[in-house]
Every structure is written in structure tokens, then in C-alpha cells.
């Protein structure tokens, strides 16, 4: 079935500094969801993608629709404390009956203040 | 506030226990989720609801069963409980087209001893 590869697997960061982070499939998907999840709390979604090459920011969030279809990217500028958790992509798994979304196993991203 | 609401947040059962986690939206969504989270693992889908009065199994379905109680309730039952179901379930709603995207519960954390 479908899969999400997503990388780095973790990172540890200095505040202040940019992080890039990215999603792969071996097979294209239509459309790419980003999400972050707090500590303790349920993933929100941050950005949703739904053009091959579109580029889509949410303040110091940007991710990018990947041209192959096969990939997305999301990068956080100057990033903060309060960007901590864990960053997950999502895209609709068409293999099932009605495109449920089927997530990566996720980046977690650590800030040292 | 409008969004999915999780109880418990919390539960300790003992092996054998039975238990059922509920989940309630007020967003008028028509389609229900019941995700497990583990450490590496991303998000697993356990069961689905496409519409009230259908369920489907996801992809982690065994020794879990669930019931679609009305538009807004869906619940999760454990009817024989192990210690590999310790996890954090987290139930979700969206509309019918998966590509907006869901909207979380803050999740259940279950330890099974």
C-alpha cells in the first residue's frame, strides 16, 4: 500500500535557526497535509496542499507541493520554543474506499532556547 | 468550543479489563476515525466511519470494535484488554473528502498492566 517517508527522523535545533524537513511516496499523491502535534495534545493541521509545484506559507511555515507529485517539503524560519513537537504529512491513501489519509511516522523537532 | 472532544484522557486497566473510549464532534461531520499513536510509529488507523451507521476496519483493527452511536458519537471498545493496546488513541472527524483534512481530539492515553 501507500507510504509516507518522511525525514529527518528528529532534530535538534538552536532558536533563531530555520529548519527543513521533507515527505516521499513511491506513489503520487493529489494532495499533502501538514501537521503538527503539541506534547500532549492531538495533531492540527498546519498547511494542506493541493497543486503539483504549489507553494503555500503560514507565517513562518512554508510548504511546498512537490512537481513529481511524489514529495512535499515544509520549512519553519527563525524558528521559536514553541515550535516544539512533532511535524507529520498526510495525503489521502486512494487504495482505500473513500481516500482515508494516511500519515508518516512523523519528524520530531526539539528547540534549544 | 467546537472540535472533537475525547473521554477519558487518561485510563490504567488491568489485562482481561473491558473498556470504551468515547468520542463526540460538533462540527456536523459526516466521516469518524479511531487512531492509535506509538512511539515510531506514527498514526495507525483502527476504524472508521464514513457516514452514521457504517463502520470499516482501518488498518489495526484486531481486538478493537467500535460503534457509530449517532452523527456526532463514535466510540472505541476494548473488550478484552492486552498489554499491546497501551497507546494513545485519538479519535477524528472531517468531511467526506479526506483532502481537507481532519480535526483531532486531544486524545486518550491507555496503559494496559
Given at each position: 500500500g501507500q507510504q509516507l517517508n518522511q525525514s529527518p527522523q528528529s532534530m535538534f535545533i538552536q532558536e533563531g535557526e530555520d529548519v527543513s524537513m521533507n515527505c516521499t511516496s513511491s506513489s503520487i499523491f493529489n494532495t499533502w497535509l501538514w501537521y503538527k502535534q503539541d506534547p500532549g495534545e492531538g495533531p492540527v493541521l498546519l498547511i494542506a496542499l493541493y497543486k503539483a509545484g504549489e507553494l503555500t506559507s503560514n507565517g513562518r511555515l512554508t510548504a511546498q507541493f512537490g512537481i513529481t507529485r511524489k514529495d512535499s517539503f515544509l520549512n519553519i524560519s527563525?524558528?521559536?520554543?514553541?515550535?516544539?513537537g512533532i511535524y507529520f504529512c498526510a495525503g489521502p491513501n486512494y487504495g482505500g474506499s473513500q481516500g482515508n489519509l494516511i500519515f508518516g511516522k512523523g519528524t520530531k523537532l526539539s528547540v534549544k532556547p | 468550543n467546537a472540535g472533537v472532544t475525547q473521554t477519558p484522557k487518561f485510563q490504567v486497566l488491568k489485562t482481561g479489563q473491558s473498556m470504551t473510549l468515547q468520542c463526540a464532534q460538533d462540527?456536523?461531520?459526516?466521516s469518524m476515525y479511531w487512531y492509535r499513536q506509538d512511539p515510531g510509529m506514527g498514526l495507525r488507523l483502527i476504524y472508521y466511519s464514513a457516514s452514521e451507521g457504517t463502520t470499516d476496519k482501518g488498518e489495526v483493527p484486531n481486538g478493537y470494535n467500535v460503534s457509530?452511536?449517532?452523527?456526532?458519537e463514535f466510540s472505541l471498545r476494548l473488550e478484552s484488554a492486552a498489554p499491546s493496546q497501551t497507546s494513545v488513541y485519538f479519535c477524528a472527524s472531517s468531511e467526506v473528502?479526506?483532502?481537507?483534512g481532519y480535526t483531532f481530539g486531544s486524545g486518550t492515553r491507555l496503559t494496559v498492566v
Open positions: 527563525a524558528s521559536i520554543p514553541s515550535d516544539v | 462540527m456536523n461531520h459526516n457509530r452511536l449517532n452523527k456526532r473528502q479526506a483532502n481537507y
